[in-house]
């Protein structure tokens, strides 16, 4: 399915409807996360500061790490306690949800950043960033 085009003050920007890999599409501007996710903006892919796309919310990302590394304490608490198996279970479980849901976010600034941006200026190395990319999709749905 082809993404729906969405007119803006500054050109044509993109709203992806066939999931994260509709971010490749070659334009000044892209919309990266589809409309009613975390961030529905239009990011500019002109930057070429040499920031990574994580870098506006690397104070977030920092504060939800910090946050899983307590859980991951506590649950070491939890065992040396010697508490219910169930409930070392659900702490692990929501540990491991955590940090899916960070590693999503960082794939979502990657795609609609690095790989955005090495798409639009084309050769080797916009090749060499959908693979990887890709690879990393792979990695997250095996994990």
């Known amino acids: 399915m082809a993404p729906a ?3 803006s003050s500054s050109g044509t920007a ?7 890999l509709a971010v490749f599409l070659p334009a000044e501007q892209v919309m990266h996360t589809p409309v009613g996710y975390r961030y529905a903006g239009v990011m500019d892919v002109a930057d070429s ?3 990574h796309g994580y870098s506006a919310q690397k104070e977030n990302y920092a504060k939800r790490l910090r946050r899983i590394e307590g859980q991951v304490r506590g649950i070491a608490k ?4 010697d508490k219910y198996c169930i409930d070392v279970l659900t ?3 929501a540990v ?3 940090l899916q849901s960070v590693a999503l976010g960082l794939l ?3 795609l609609g950043h690095c ?9 080797d190395q916009a090749e060499a960033k959908l693979a990887e990319a890709s690879a990393a999709i792979a990695r997250l749905v095996r994990s």
Do not use: K
């Not at 993109?14 to 994260?20: D, K, Q, V």
């Not at 939890?78 to 306690?81: K, P, V």
């Not at 790989?115 to 050769?123: H, N, P, R």
């Open 49 to 51: 500061s040499g920031a």
């Open 108 to 110: 979502d600034e990657h």
């Open 5 to 7: 085009r969405e007119a």
């Open 78 to 81: 939890m065992i040396d306690e």
């Open 115 to 123: 790989v955005t941006q090495a798409v639009s200026e084309g050769g």
């Open 96 to 98: 491991n949800s955590a």
């Open 14 to 20: 993109y709203r992806p409807s066939a999931g994260l």
């Open 91 to 93: 702490q692990i479980s």
